[in-house]
């Protein structure tokens, strides 16, 4: 019963190619967020959605694509990998802070390493 | 502009010795502290975390101090254990969900 899950775990692909990394949870959290750690370890945010909402977009390239089906589902697509792509891709999950109270404990994914050839 | 900071980039302790971790933050609109634990090829574990209304947060062996005038937070570990060796992440917020972490420190703590 994982509350946080990403699939794959590892993902090895060519320059060029369009590819997605699914996530899911099941601790009825409304926001959802993706986070990339780079090779020098930062964990940076990307994206959060808020009830399939698009709430914060970090100056990310318009390559990266997520999309939000449902709430309990948030999928990064990335088009046209490129090098500079290769990192540890995380997913997280918190309540939704947008009622006002305090919701920024995230519950994280297990990553998902994405190496570009 | 590395907003939270953990300059050390690793500790080593003794098991059953306190371990002491720590961050330095340069937003004085930080209102949340957070520390997460790391293992190799997880994801990061929410550990404990602290509001800036308070100055300590314990729980069990982990207790995390905040001083806001010198804008630093520490996390003390004791009696450290082998276990609890593992990558540890400072991370700060000033709400709306959006979480600025550290660099990492890595923890040994050797038997």
């Known amino acids: 019963d994982t509350a946080v899950s990403q699939t794959p775990k590892y993902l090895v692909t060519q320059m060029g190619n369009d590819k997605s990394i699914k996530c899911e949870q099941n601790?009825?959290?409304?926001?959802m967020y993706w986070y990339k750690q780079d090779s020098k370890k930062f964990l940076k945010i990307m994206f959060s959605?808020?009830?399939?909402?698009?709430?914060i977009n970090e100056t990310v390239p318009n390559r990266f694509s997520p999309k939000s089906p449902d709430k309990a589902h948030l999928n990064l697509h990335i088009n046209s990998l490129e090098l500079g792509d290769s990192a540890v891709y995380f997913c997280a999950s918190s309540q939704d802070f947008s009622s006002g109270s305090r919701a920024d404990t995230q519950y994280f994914g297990p990553g998902t390493r994405l190496t570009v050839l | 502009d590395q907003q939270v900071k953990q300059n050390s980039p690793s500790l080593s302790v003794q098991e059953g010795r306190i371990s002491i971790l720590n961050c330095d933050y340069t937003n004085s609109m930080f209102d949340y502290f957070l520390w997460y634990k790391k293992y190799p090829a997880e994801g990061p574990t929410f550990l404990i975390s602290?509001?800036?209304?308070?100055d300590k947060n314990e729980d069990g062996r982990f207790t995390v101090f905040l001083n806001k005038s010198a804008k630093h937070l520490s996390l003390h570990i004791v009696p450290s254990q082998p276990g609890d060796s593992a990558v540890y992440f400072c991370a700060a917020s000033r709400g709306g969900g959006k979480l600025i972490f550290g660099q990492g420190t890595e923890l040994s703590v050797k038997p």
């Open positions: 601790l009825g959290h409304d926001t």
């Open positions: 602290i509001s800036s209304i308070k």
């Open positions: 959605y808020n009830n399939k909402e698009l709430i």
